[in-house]
């Protein structure tokens, strides 16, 4: 029996509440691993990328778990997520390092920075998983898509939430350290304003 409004809602805030929690420990891991590397040169990246690995690796299982299970519940049936292709861009810290540098950024302001980027990769990376299983996993009988907020998105992402999108691919949008998930609307509910 599909869930009532009332449990969908308390569904799917338990649901961000644990991708949020899935997300902040890969982010600490992240920018431990980010601040211990003692070097940030380009050679520096498959380092960084080696000592991630294993918590995004166990972070991206937990995602895909946990969004297979709430996806499963909105649209009233087992669902088998295929494999994702969503990965974390391990490079993206170095390049906000190096940038911050090239601007004149002072040392630990620069390294602060990748810091900074290094926790929004992690984040992305449980975020980006999340999506990519809900288009996988949504099935036939979708009649649109809406991004659903937390309590803590920007006044762009608020803006943009109020819509409802013809594809997965158009509501997915996102930026950098985007929380906002995906919900595939079934039949007619949840209609709202159509754009492209």
Known sequence: MPLSE???TAVTERFQARLATIANRASTVSLRAWEQLGAWDRVDIDRFAAATADAFNAAQAAAVNTS????????DRPVTVPAVTTTAVTEAPFTAYWHALAEGVDWAEALASGGTRAESIASDLIVGTSREV???TAGTGVAGWRR???GSSCKFCSTVAGQRYRSNESATFGHDHCDCIVVPIYADADPGQVIN
Not at 68 to 75: K, P, S, T
Request: net charge neutral; glycine share 6%; charged share 0%.
């Open 6 to 8: 009332t449990a969908a």
């Open 68 to 75: 297979a299970g709430y996806y499963a519940l909105l649209a």
């Open 134 to 136: 809900a288009n996988l």
């Open 148 to 150: 659903v907020l937390t």
